[in-house]
């Protein structure tokens, strides 16, 4: 009882702020409500009825699905290595480990635009790259293909993305006890043993954490795509999001807007509880 | 213990009196950062409009144009909005239906009615009612590169599209550019202009009989074009990504001999500062067809209206009224054109950009609008989606615009 009576100030303010948004969503969403003007009339499962059978919506899913499983994999592998290269000790360790926020404490917005310029199909950093070295014949357009606008969009994610799983898997890194990484040694074992047995065990709490973080957020994506493709070329990049965006706000649908954003909230509630309990029995594996 | 009461209410009172009431109004506007007036210029204008009414603020606020529309509803959705919005021709029939901006017509003083061009009026009409009054007047012009004509040995600019194509193959026959033509393609409101411009070339209509007919006839003409233009490799095949100012970049570094672009970019091309084609910049009215029509253009202009979540809806009018007045639009007629019919015989307008101006006076004359329903956004995006499914070569452009025909999500 007296829990509760502690958490009511928490609760009140959740409720506002969450709930009550929430269940207007829900409301907004069996209705052709307008954004601006009527309140609409109620039309039942039509909104979503709708949306089901729409292409735009399938497409948006895949395309949303595809980002968000390529980037938080990248993410994932990429930032373990570079932790694991950081946790070494050597010259200039601390200087890299504060360049290594760099990239994630960049606003999506300033991210984006930087990679756009990156990416420019004229003056852009890669082609010249690429071209100077002989990988590529001639100066190509990066974001205006859609074989490779999706793929781009991901690169720019992840290397905005990576650190915080650098971060996290350096943190757990460190509460390797150093004992049990010289018993293995001694014991002759080689160093990918000593990653797979040693040193996972401890890794694989914090980088569900990680994980769960990063795919819930990959999924929503929508900043970082607007600014650079705004779902372009011929909708490729056309993410959940920016349906959602673009049916409540661009067009005024909020009801049909709201049953997408509901829809794209019940896929990120179903992998957040997935990945709970997936973490449950990892850490009952464990202990 | 003497009384304190009396200083105290006169004290109050003499710091009432000391402060004369200043009712001060503050007005919100909202305009756009791309295109047109630059934004030193709005400033520069408001500035001048401040100055003359000093119990008025005007706190500015600049979007790309791409933001302009869903700002506007948003604001207006949360109920705190702007006091005055920059509008784009297109959208007068949705805000008039959603109640967005409020209608002036009873404002509109003769001298305007009588001073305006006539076109102007059709960028903030619907359904009879006025929405604001015309600021931006503009259209898409072809714009060229002097000195690559000159090379490639060509006498004068292109009078029809086809034309157009044919000397920029002699432009890329004789090696002189790889892409001589750029266009702003873009997944947005830009490739629609560029779209329009060719549809009101080859003739054709957007609805008729309050259904698509873009996906026939001239319609069907228009993309074909693009689509020709771009794979013959005579278009820059960047130009799917670019937007107008992707356009001036390219035209100003001398890697395009055409482009479609508005007003604004005259006078920038020809800046030294800017520019390296300055003084080579050629302009005219975009190219007709044979048998269709002489010259082509499409409907750009901007107006300026009151939404209906404003206080100060009489400040607010009387600032529009000054932004779009004929003084403040003469004096800064470099980067947008005048709404007021005598600007065009005012040497201070003209002087300078005789070439702009006379290929305005045929291009304005033949702006072709797009659409006006409610109902326009799902209609551009569903039109945008096939202009790049044509292009990328997804779809054949008959299926794409028959697709876009059909309805979008």
Redesign the interface.
């Known amino acids: 009882m007296r829990a509760w009576l502690l958490m009511l100030p928490l609760l009140a303010v959740m409720l506002s702020v969450i709930g009550w948004p929430f269940l207007d969503t829900l409301r907004l969403s069996f209705t052709d409500a307008r954004l601006v003007g009527t309140g609409g009339d109620f039309v039942g499962v039509e909104n979503y009825r709708r949306l089901f059978a729409s292409s735009a919506f399938r497409r948006a899913f895949v395309v949303t699905t595809e980002f968000a499983v390529v980037s938080v994999f990248v993410e994932m592998v990429l930032g373990v290595l570079v932790a694991l290269l950081l946790y070494q000790n050597f010259r200039g360790r601390n200087v890299l480990r504060a360049l290594l926020i760099l990239p994630w404490a960049l606003p999506t917005v300033v991210n984006a635009l930087l990679w756009r310029l990156i990416y420019n199909p004229e003056y852009g950093a890669l082609n010249a790259a690429l071209v100077q070295t002989g990988l590529l014949g001639a100066y190509r357009s990066w974001l205006g293909d859609p074989n490779s606008a999706l793929a781009a969009l991901i690169v720019a994610d992840a290397w905005k993305n990576f650190p915080l799983v650098a971060l996290i898997s350096l943190a757990a890194l460190h509460a390797v006890p150093n004992d049990i990484k010289a018993a293995a040694i001694v014991d002759g074992a080689g160093a990918l043993s000593r990653f797979r047995y040693v040193i996972m065990p401890y890794l694989a709490g914090p980088l569900m954490v990680a994980l769960v973080l990063r795919t819930i957020e990959a999924f929503k994506v929508f900043d970082i795509i607007w600014v650079m493709t705004r779902g372009g070329p011929a909708n490729s990049t056309r993410t959940l999001s920016i349906l959602v965006y673009q049916e409540a706000f661009s067009f005024q649908r909020a009801g049909s807007g709201a049953s997408l954003a509901l829809i794209v909230t019940l896929a990120v509630t179903v992998l957040a509880v997935a990945y709970a309990s997936l973490i449950r029995r990892a850490a009952g594996e464990r202990f | 213990m003497p009384d304190k009461k009396p200083f105290l209410v006169a004290l109050l009172l003499s710091t009432a009196l000391a402060h004369p009431a200043v009712a001060e109004t503050t007005l919100n506007a909202l305009f756009m950062a791309q295109a047109a007036y630059s934004e030193a210029d709005v400033r520069a204008m408001t500035d001048a409009f401040t100055a003359a009414n000093p119990e008025v603020k005007v706190n500015l606020e600049f979007v790309p144009y791409?933001g302009l529309?869903?700002k506007t509803?948003?604001a207006?959705?949360s109920g705190s909005g702007y006091d005055v919005v920059l509008f784009d021709v297109i959208w007068p029939a949705?805000y008039a239906?959603?109640?967005?901006l409020v209608d002036v017509t009873d404002r509109i003083t003769p001298e305007m009615k009588e001073g305006v061009l006539p076109g102007a009026w059709t960028t903030v009409e619907y359904d009879g009612k006025r929405y604001g009054l015309p600021w931006i007047l503009d259209t898409k012009y072809l714009f060229y590169n002097k000195d690559i004509l000159a090379q490639a040995g060509i006498a004068a600019p292109p009078a029809t599209w086809a034309e157009l194509t044919q000397q920029a193959q002699a432009i890329k026959d004789k090696g002189l550019l790889e892409h001589p033509i750029v266009w702003s393609w873009?997944?947005?409101e830009a490739a629609i202009c560029d779209y329009t411009t060719l549809v009101s070339a080859f003739g054709g209509a957007f609805i008729v009989d309050g259904k698509p007919a873009f996906q026939t006839d001239g319609g069907l003409d228009a993309l074909t074009y693009m689509v020709d233009s771009y794979n013959s490799g005579l278009t820059n095949?960047?130009s799917?990504?670019y937007l107008e100012e992707d356009v001036r970049r390219?035209f100003q570094n001398g890697?395009a001999a055409f482009a479609l672009n508005w007003t604004y970019m005259y006078n920038l091309a020809n800046d030294p500062k800017e520019s390296k084609v300055a003084g080579k910049v050629g302009v005219v009215p975009a190219p007709g067809v044979e048998g269709k029509s002489t010259v082509s253009a499409v409907n750009g202009s901007m107006g300026l209206g009151i939404t209906t979540t404003s206080q100060h809806p009489d400040e607010a009018w009387s600032y529009i009224a000054f932004m779009t007045s004929q003084q403040t639009q003469n004096a800064y007629a470099r980067l947008s054109l005048p709404i007021w019919a005598g600007s065009y015989n005012d040497p201070a307008v003209t002087e300078g950009q005789e070439e702009l101006i006379a290929a305005a006076k045929t291009g304005l004359a033949a702006m072709y609008p797009r659409p006006t329903t409610p109902g326009y956004?799902?209609m551009s995006?569903a039109l945008?989606?096939a202009i790049?499914?044509a292009l990328?070569g997804?779809a054949s452009p008959a299926d794409a615009l028959a697709a876009a025909a059909g309805g979008?999500?």
Do not use: I, R, S
């Open positions: 791409e529309h869903d509803l948003l207006l959705g949705e239906q959603n109640n967005v873009a997944q947005a095949p960047n799917k990504e390219v890697e956004q799902e995006a945008q989606q790049q499914e990328l997804q979008g999500l």
